[in-house]
């Protein structure tokens, strides 16, 4: 069922497979992926906004394409977390990594565990001389 004043392709929700079949229809005639469906979605659709039926009997998903619009979502208002759609593509590869734990429980401490990696000191002093030596 379709969130209301979000625009769909109409056809899709009559289908059981929902987008699946334009989208692979897609993919082999235009040696295309998922990410060149959405983007000719949301073209036809003219919507920064758009919802597709991948999953059967499921809700459908919700694709945002405003950088603007996405950063407030993620950053600013505390109402939206992570997608489990997320945890699906990424926790089989990595079980106990952060990227796919909600906000609230685990994350914040597996985040404080390697928040001062990517930090200047750390970079200049530590990882720099290894890629040099490395690249030498």
């Known amino acids: 069922k379709p969130f209301p004043g979000i625009p769909y392709n109409k056809a899709s929700v009559h289908r059981l497979l929902g987008d699946v079949p334009d989208m692979m229809s897609h993919i082999k005639n235009t040696d295309g992926t998922f990410i060149t469906y959405l983007k000719e979605s949301m073209i036809k659709l003219n919507a920064p906004l758009i919802q597709v039926f991948i999953r059967p009997l ?71 001389p290894v890629i040099y030596q490395r690249v030498e």
């Open 58 to 128: 499921s809700t459908p998903l919700l694709i945002l394409a405003d950088f603007r619009e996405a950063h407030d979502l993620l950053i600013i208002r505390k109402e939206f977390d992570r997608s489990p759609s997320l945890s699906d593509l990424v926790k089989g590869l990595v079980p106990e990594h952060h990227i796919h734990l909600p906000t609230e429980g685990g994350w914040r401490g597996q985040r404080r565990l390697v928040q001062d990696l990517m930090g200047s000191s750390f970079l200049h002093n530590v990882v720099r």
